[in-house]
């Protein structure tokens, strides 16, 4: 079975611009974590998606945004990029959303911004 | 706060030498407990899981931990590392009952030496 695929894999963008990821889950999985990780916070909990819901979201501004396709596939935006939005994003698949379930990791996408 | 610690940025070790990377954690109600590893410039690959049962859990590539409810600790050991060992690993603690209440730890960088 596939894994967790993100794309792009890297990208450079300028403040002020937007930026839109992408995650492909593990097939049958329905929900989808994603995570922003930098050396000073650590990793960070953004958002999580079941069945095209928002079923919960971390302490970040309204400029993350994210959104989940039938398919299970999903997007996460980021507008009006800061210097500090510069970090590794994590999406994260798990087949179910049980406290027990298990996410699986894609290996993310390193968002610089200039 | 809900809280998990991993006391020990770095861990160095020399190859064939039993390893452990140490997890404490603050958290309400029998949490779940994960390890993950991360190689540079991937994701999180998951390495293994306490749910219930045996306080030791036997994971992925050798690895083993030992849950210590008194102590609330989650040790990450291997008998014998390896070269290919070296990477950063992260402790991750769940409320039993809420799957978007996931805690990691900051990290530990393990080097295992020739």
């Known amino acids: 079975k596939a894994g967790v695929t993100q794309t792009p894999r890297y990208l450079i963008k300028t403040r002020g611009q937007q930026v839109t990821l992408s995650c492909s889950p593990i097939?049958?999985?329905?929900?989808v974590s994603w995570y922003q990780q930098t050396p000073g916070q650590g990793l960070q909990f953004l958002f999580e998606?079941?069945?095209?819901?928002?079923?919960n979201k971390g302490n970040f501004p309204g400029r993350f945004s994210g959104r989940q396709f039938s398919n299970s596939r999903s997007e996460m935006n980021v507008s009006t990029l800061e210097l500090g939005d510069s970090a590794l994003y994590l999406c994260?698949?798990?087949?179910?959303?049980?406290?027990?379930?298990?996410?699986?990791f894609g290996p993310g996408t390193r968002l610089l911004v200039l | 706060a809900q809280s998990v610690a991993q006391p020990e940025d770095q861990v160095n070790v020399a190859e064939g030498n039993p390893l452990t990377v140490k997890c404490t954690y603050s958290v309400s109600g029998n949490p779940y407990l994960f390890w993950y590893v991360q190689y540079p410039n991937r994701g999180l690959q998951f390495l293994l899981k306490?749910?219930?049962?045996?306080?030791l859990v036997k994971g992925s590539y050798g690895f083993e931990a030992e849950f210590n409810k008194s102590q609330t600790s989650f040790h990450l050991k291997k008998p014998s590392a390896l070269v290919s060992d070296s990477a950063l690993y992260f402790c991750a603690v769940r409320e039993r009952n809420n799957f978007n209440k996931f805690y990691f730890g900051s990290g530990t960088k393990l080097n295992v030496k020739p």
């Open positions: 998606y079941f069945s095209e819901t928002q079923r």
């Open positions: 306490y749910i219930t049962g045996d306080n």
């Open positions: 994260a698949s798990s087949l179910a959303a049980t406290a027990q379930e298990t996410q699986y």
């Open positions: 097939s049958g999985h329905r929900s």
